[in-house]
């Protein structure tokens, strides 16, 4: 029991707020691509698989920053640099939730199945980009909007423009708060010598504001995209 929890705080089960910002911007590709209620199999399939896949990240997250994490006051007590949690677990509990997220693609249509391999490959190599791409926030937006297009594929068995424009704005509107996030690090990583420490202490603030209206305008423009495709379906 005690492992379970501490593999439950592994993978941030305690933080929920990670899985809501990788779930919403799949429901906007899920509803946008029904134009109704998407349908049950689809909507259940990518809740769990983004509980899972959010989760299996977290773990290789901790593994692959588990020596920069011990010089960071806020993530020093993480389960893998404290030492409660080998690495070798946290590559095995991440493996076994990646596992549990492809047997729920599998009742998915073809096209999904291959999307999914570049949505692997981005989230377990979202942690080891931080380390020499200056803009990782660019990355991880496009880490957690790759639902979008996937949920499309489920849903219509395409990926049309609009799908990959919502990803566009999905990728504003990650680089608008994770930048914000990630200053609370910024002391700590000016003193560890990060990739990322130029960005966050020279350009963060900037990149709010102009990534903020970004991700506003093609919000508004998908919306109305999306709108005007049901109203001629209907």
């Keep these: 029991m005690h492992k379970l929890k501490l593999y439950a705080e592994l993978v941030r089960l305690n933080r929920p707020i990670g899985i809501l910002l990788l779930l919403w911007p799949t429901l906007w590709g899920l509803w946008l691509a029904a134009g109704k209620t ?3 199999l689809n909507l259940w399939v990518f809740v769990l698989g983004t509980v899972l896949m959010r989760s299996a990240g977290c773990a290789v997250n901790d593994y692959a920053d588990r020596h920069f994490d011990l010089h960071v006051k806020r993530t020093a007590q993480r389960p893998v640099t404290s030492g409660r949690v080998s690495p070798r677990e946290a590559l095995l509990v991440a493996g076994a939730l990646a596992l549990l997220a492809a047997l729920l693609v599998l009742l998915l249509s073809p096209l999904v199945w291959l999307l999914a391999i570049p949505a692997a490959f981005l989230a377990a190599s979202y942690p080891f980009m931080k380390r020499f791409f200056a803009i990782p926030q660019a990355y991880l937006g496009i880490c957690f909007g ?3 297009p996937m949920a ?3 849903t219509v068995n395409s990926v049309p423009p609009m ?3 919502l990803l ?3 990728v504003f509107w990650t680089i608008a708060y994770d930048t914000e996030y990630a200053m609370v690090d910024r002391e700590d990583d000016l003193k560890i010598g990060t990739s990322t420490m130029c960005w966050r202490s020279c350009s963060a603030m ?3 504001w102009v990534c903020w209206p970004g991700w506003r305008i093609w919000k508004a ?3 109305l995209s999306g709108r005007h495709g049901v109203q001629r379906l209907a």
């Design 38 to 40: 998407p349908a049950s």
């Design 146 to 148: 790759f639902g979008i």
């Design 152 to 154: 499309y594929a489920a």
């Design 163 to 165: 799908a990959w424009a």
């Design 168 to 170: 566009l704005a999905n």
């Design 206 to 208: 900037p990149a709010v």
């Design 221 to 223: 423009w998908v919306w």
